[in-house]
Nanobody
């Protein structure tokens, strides 16, 4: 079975930082496309960042220069380093894996709240 478990969310003040983790089991993160998505209250889930199997990183414009996606192959974990956080970054953040056969797997999400 494939499981993705996110952690690292919490309450942070504007301008602060958080690092989210996505621990994978049942798949190898370096062999699949991995991504971070977020869903704010009353809004649809949206893409934040992705990393391809080859390590190519893609970011949406609102987070460019502030967020960084990375992976630790030894720990089979994907990370999202979030700096200069803004209130509009408040959302539930989800990890997603897309396999070579285009099957999608999601984690349960972790809440990020940016507020003073």
């Amino acid at each position: 079975q494939i499981h993705l478990v996110e952690s690292g969310g919490g309450l942070v003040q504007p301008g602060g930082s958080l690092r989210l983790s996505c621990a994978a089991s049942g798949i190898i993160v370096s062999s699949n496309s991995m991504g971070w998505y977020r869903q704010a209250p009353g809004k649809e889930r949206e893409l934040v960042a992705t990393m391809s199997r080859r390590g190519t990183e893609v970011y949406v414009d609102p987070v460019k220069g502030r967020f960084t996606i990375s992976r630790d192959n030894a720990k089979n974990t994907v990370y999202l380093q979030m700096n200069s956080l803004k209130p509009e970054d408040t959302a539930v953040y989800y990890c997603k894996a897309v396999t070579a056969s285009l099957d999608n797997y999601w984690g349960q999400g972790t809440q990020v709240t940016v507020s003073s």
